[in-house]
């Protein structure tokens, strides 16, 4: 079985405080992580993958297979930074593949 | 490029009601096909999904059904809504060769009144 874990229901940082957006996962085979935002009003869509290895508006994540997280990170927070997030994860490999989301964490960015 | 439209966005209905939710997908060819209910602190879950036309799979059992009547069409249906049938569904897609990135519709709010 897959499962997403995000711990935090709500994160509330300072602008231009570090942002570190927690997410555990469990399976047993090669994941392949996503992290997904939705900005007010606009429709949920994908950040980054952990394949790409890119900085997407400044935020970066390392898939740490021996602590089995894929923790979402950003230096400098800012105000358009605030929305919802999800991790997501999907086993790596061909044909469909069955995506588990986790709960969410409310990124908030106080100015 | 891919689009994915979704309607209606709002929706109230009284309890026993039917429902019909749908969504249609242009840009691409034998998408996969999804339904996934947005609850607050309980984020997304999956409903259902479809790999081919009248091929769905459920992944909780509900008070809705979907069907897929054309390749890029999925429909969210219920025969009588239930009160715990409100909240945030949304519509989604992926193919095969985008590294299971799933691409969402802008979603439904249903009120069940």
């Known amino acids: 079985a897959q499962r997403v874990t995000q711990p935090e229901k709500l994160l509330s940082v300072f602008k231009g405080a570090p942002v570190e957006l927690k997410c555990n996962y469990s399976y047993s085979g090669s994941p392949e992580l996503f992290w997904y935002v939705q900005y007010s009003r606009q429709r949920l869509q994908l950040l980054l993958r952990?394949?790409s290895r890119e900085s997407i508006k400044g935020f970066t994540a390392d898939l740490n297979k021996g602590e089995t997280s894929f923790h979402l990170k950003k230096p400098f927070a800012q105000e358009e930074d605030s929305a919802m997030y999800y991790c997501a994860l999907s086993p790596l490999s061909g044909g469909y593949q069955k995506v588990t989301f986790g709960t969410g964490t409310k990124l908030q960015v106080i100015p | 490029s891919q689009t994915i439209h979704q309607w209606p966005a709002t929706l109230v209905q009284p309890v026993g009601s039917p429902l019909s939710l749908e969504c249609t997908v242009e840009?691409?060819?034998?998408?996969?096909l999804y339904w996934y209910r947005q609850a607050a602190g309980r984020g997304l879950q999956l409903l259902f999904y479809s790999v081919g036309i009248g091929q769905i799979s459920s992944e909780v059992p509900q008070n809705l059904s979907a069907s897929r009547p054309q390749d890029r069409q999925f429909i969210l249906s219920s025969k009588k809504l239930l009160l715990s049938d409100s909240g945030f569904y949304l519509c989604a897609w992926s193919v095969v060769g985008t590294g299971n990135t799933i691409y969402f519709g802008e979603g439904s709010w249903l009120t069940v009144v």
């Open positions: 840009g691409t060819s034998n998408p996969n």
């Open positions: 952990h394949i």
